[in-house]
């Protein structure tokens, strides 16, 4: 099971992703209910903050040159997604950290799907009906119907991500790999 520590930047920008999206979760719970509506101004907001936190982590994925990492969807890399993946079924665990592989390749779907979640977002925010959206037309409710839609699903597999990440996490400590050293800063 091979590690390779994440550097400060990326603890930092991890960090910042799992508080805007785990707020952004929990108040989307509150905002679906549709019983406060004072809620949906804070979602707002936070979508706002999360949508720059997901922006910068993009920036500093393409800074970093971390894209084949995070989305390794050539030949090479997929094979060792494939064989981390079948080695969890024979339980192996698969390597951790900055590296091409199973964690980093689950990394880059849960960064797609707060993505899309971001980009539904601004687009429904956008779109509200009843004159509260920027753009005005007879079509933002069937419009904004879809976008509720898409953003609702793709909020089930976030927390679907969400939840397998931590308890993956979870078992790789437990098991003896110390994912958790990853997080802190400076810790090499």
């Known amino acids: 099971m091979e590690s390779q520590p994440w550097d400060n930047g990326t603890r930092i920008v991890h960090a910042a992703l799992v508080v805007t999206v785990l707020a952004e979760l929990s108040t989307g719970l509150i905002v679906s209910q549709g019983t406060r509506p004072h ?106 119907t879809t976008l509720a839609t898409a953003h609702l699903w793709l909020s089930y597999v976030v927390w679907a991500y969400l939840i397998g990440h931590i308890m993956f996490a979870a078992l790789q400590q437990v098991l003896g790999n110390n994912v958790l050293r990853h997080l802190y800063l400076g810790h090499r």
């Open 39 to 144: 809620w949906l101004f804070i979602h707002s907001v936070l979508g706002i903050a999360t949508t720059l936190v997901i922006i910068m982590d993009w920036m500093w994925t393409w800074a970093r040159r971390d894209l084949p990492i995070l989305f390794p969807w050539n030949r090479a890399g997929m094979r060792v997604v494939a064989h981390e993946a079948f080695g969890v079924f024979q339980g192996k665990l698969p390597g951790s950290g900055d590296r091409t592989g199973l964690s980093s390749f689950m990394h880059g779907i849960g960064l797609l799907a707060v993505s899309g979640m971001a980009a539904t977002g601004l687009l429904m925010y956008m779109e509200i009906p009843g004159g509260y959206g920027l753009f005005l037309h007879s079509s933002a409710y069937a419009l904004f």
